[in-house]
């Protein structure tokens, strides 16, 4: 799907995942992951997927500010939150009822709500510096 409009399906999860991660059985676990693969390869089937893939808990992140003359390392999240990415997909849509579409797919695969961004366009960064 060349030349569609990209978009970010990201899924938050709580800050301090159990031992199931967000899901409450370890049953319930395997069942969406097993739905989520097959929501993965529908998007494949149909080429909207560009990538996808979740994420190490939050609590794994080192923030990095190379703002200054050296950079500065925090361990931990950039924002303190009581959710935080846990996964996400990249893909390609038409346009933003067709993302919108798929995002419910998504949440409904991996029981979470899913935020979704529209990456910005070629012709959106023209805009703002202008010709």
Request: one cysteine or more; proline letters at 7%.
């Amino acid at each position: 799907m060349t030349g569609m409009a990209r978009y970010l399906l990201a899924v938050y999860g709580p800050d301090e995942p159990g031992e199931f991660g967000s899901y409450p059985s370890k049953a319930a676990m395997l069942e969406s992951f097993a739905d989520t693969g097959a929501f993965n390869e529908m998007l494949e089937r149909r080429g909207h997927l560009v990538f996808a893939d979740g994420l190490e808990p939050a609590s794994t992140a080192t923030t990095v500010d190379g703002q200054g003359a050296k950079p500065v390392l925090t361990d931990g999240p950039y924002l303190e939150t009581k959710e935080h990415l846990g996964g996400f997909w990249v893909i390609e849509a038409p346009d933003l009822d067709v993302a919108l579409d798929l995002a419910g797919q998504a949440s409904r695969a991996c029981r979470g709500t899913v935020e979704v961004r529209p990456f910005r366009s070629a012709e959106s960064v023209r805009a703002l510096v202008g010709p």
